[in-house]
């Protein structure tokens, strides 16, 4: 569908300017992902990609 499509192609967005940002000295593709309001999305990702596929005590510490 076009907005499965859509929701693709802005993450391919997002991944292409931290790595953007990963290659300037100074600049990290984390900051990128937070000016671009998708961390907590990012880090979430990175949870379940680790097989964690439940709640971290990170997640409960920080969120609630």
């Known amino acids: 569908s076009n907005c499965r499509r859509r929701h693709m192609l802005e993450e391919i967005f997002q991944g292409f300017c931290m790595a953007m940002a ?9 900051s990128i992902a937070f000016l671009m309001g998708f961390y907590n999305e990012f880090i979430t990702s990175l949870i ?17």
Do not use: A, I, M, T
């Not at 300037?24 to 984390?30: F, I």
């Not at 379940?48 to 609630?64: E, I, P, Q, T």
């Open 48 to 64: 379940f990609y680790r097989g964690r596929g439940r709640k971290s005590r990170w997640h409960d510490n920080c969120h609630g």
């Open 22 to 30: 990963d290659s300037v000295p100074g600049v990290s593709g984390g």
